[in-house]
């Protein structure tokens, strides 16, 4: 990596590093309106979206909207989404979610964070999700991936995702954010990822990457390969 690069020209080379890599950006969960994104987004804490694009269709197939959700109970919600994890949790969350859309928002889901974040099992990332994909409001959703990704570029210290969000917010456009944070995800499952990580594939670490890490990884693959 080159030292005398700033932080603006790193910024603007990853973004065209991204653009040329994901030139489009499908939403990864599948969905038919704000309704159905936000109770997918909700199942994918701590589960793949593979997985919740799976289970989705059978949950949608009984009830794909809140007036239909609450006839269900919370136990038949359960039974069905089990398979993505932290099933006791996330069926009261959908059952009462959908209980406050009807009663406080005319079985609309409401466009604004404040309202969102006052829902049962929705934090901020997910109501920046609902934010960004379903009512294209700029956010900066920090999942896994981008708080890894941030880190490794030396774009944000890692020390919280509330941080590594501020960073985000304030180093790239605003008019970019919606897109870019998608992209940083399926650059990060591709290029980037947690485990098994190799350096030579992974070309925005390798030439902007912050210096410790790249360090680390050196001495580590040398060890490897004593």
């Known amino acids: 990596m080159s030292t005398s690069i700033s ?92 209980e406050m859309i009807i009663n406080q928002h005319n079985g609309e889901v409401p466009q604004n964070f404040k309202d969102l974040e006052a829902m049962p099992g929705v934090g901020h990332k997910t109501a920046s999700v609902v934010m960004a994909q379903a009512f294209n409001v700029p956010a900066f959703p920090v999942d896994t991936h981008i708080h890894r990704l941030m880190y490794r570029w030396g774009l944000s210290n890692g020390k919280s995702v509330e941080q590594t969000e501020r960073d985000g917010k304030r180093l790239f456009p605003k008019e970019r954010w919606n897109d870019l944070h998608l992209q940083i995800i399926y650059y990060g499952r591709e290029y980037c990822p947690a485990r098994g990580f190799d350096l030579d594939k992974c070309v925005i670490t390798r030439k902007y990457g912050r210096r410790s890490y790249i360090n680390e990884v050196l001495k580590e693959q040398a060890q490897k390969n004593k």
């Not at 159905?36 to 694009?53: F, H, I, K, M, Y």
């Not at 996330?90 to 979610?97: E, R």
């Open 7 to 98: 932080k603006k020209e790193k910024v603007q080379a990853i973004i065209e590093i991204l653009d040329e890599l994901y030139p489009e950006v499908p939403i990864p969960l599948d969905h038919k309106d704000p309704y159905t994104l936000l109770v997918a987004v909700l199942l994918s804490a701590q589960c793949t979206d593979e997985r919740v694009n799976q289970i989705t269709p059978k949950l949608f197939a009984k009830a794909d909207n809140p007036y239909d959700m609450v006839k269900m109970t919370i136990d038949e919600i359960k039974e069905i989404i089990k398979p993505c994890g932290l099933s006791p949790m996330k069926s009261k969350g959908i059952w009462h979610l959908s």
